[in-house]
């Protein structure tokens, strides 16, 4: 499976900031997925990051909050925009394996806290 | 729509015995995926086993093995000889092949030493 790392691990930001998370793949993929992790809940996907495209959003998510890149099939970045404290969640970024691409394996995490 | 179910918000073991996760799902697909993945307090989501629906055998890793009944649309996780380091949330997921994956709410497991 492809390691996968992000930056930073957590952060603590002011209201009406924004935060860019990264996410690192030690090989090249072709999708990359934004999921959103609210306090004591499950997964949700944010958006799919496919390289040299635009991003494809979920219902619910608009790219003004979440501007996402990928300038490659290594590295991607999720913008979280003037935040407030409902962002406060953790973001995970994922990849689809190379031989089975219905299974997905994901990075370590970012929390996030909006004071 | 396709919907995951996990019916146990929380669920204890004592070290050493076998527990059983419960999973249920709702779809009109044939062929689709099904996982387990676990998510410590470190928060990796971390993936545990996975079955493919067209396969009729139960999918096995180390201690881990499903109980995958394709009529019922039941897929629980089956831990053996339950250990601390197995304490997390368990989610199980339902995804068809170019689709997003769906994610139940998740069992939280506790090891009891």
Redesign the interface.
């Known amino acids: 499976?492809a390691v996968i790392s992000q930056k930073p691990s957590r952060d603590i930001c002011q209201r009406g900031t924004s935060l860019t998370i990264q996410c690192q793949v030690d090989s090249q993929v072709t999708m990359m997925f934004w999921y959103r992790?609210q306090p004591g809940?499950?997964?949700t996907?944010i958006a799919?990051a496919n390289q040299g495209s635009e991003a494809t959003y979920?219902s619910g998510f608009v790219i003004d909050k979440f501007p996402i890149s990928r300038p490659n099939l290594t590295f991607s970045t999720l913008t979280v925009s003037n935040m407030s404290p409902e962002d406060s969640s953790?973001y995970?970024c994922?990849v689809e394996d190379r031989t089975?691409?219905?299974?997905?394996?994901?990075?370590?995490?970012t929390?996030l806290l909006v004071l | 729509a396709q919907t995951v179910t996990q019916s146990q918000p929380e669920m204890s073991v004592q070290e050493a015995e076998t527990v059983t996760l419960s999973c249920t799902y709702d779809t009109s697909e044939s062929d689709y995926?099904l996982?387990w993945?676990k998510q410590p307090p470190?928060?990796?989501?971390?993936?545990v086993i996975?079955q493919e629906a067209y396969k009729q055998q139960n999918a096995t890793e180390n201690r881990f093995s499903v109980n995958f009944q394709k009529a019922a649309k039941s897929f629980s996780l089956k831990i053996s000889d339950s250990q601390l380091g197995d304490a997390a949330m368990y989610?199980c997921a339902y995804?068809v092949?170019d689709d997003?994956?769906i994610?139940?709410?998740?069992t939280r497991l506790h090891i009891l030493p």
């Open positions: 499976s992790q809940q499950s997964l996907l799919t979920e953790i995970l994922s089975y691409q219905e299974t997905q394996y994901f990075g370590p995490g929390r | 995926y996982f993945y470190s928060r990796q989501m971390i993936l996975r989610f995804r092949r997003k994956i994610f139940g709410k998740g």
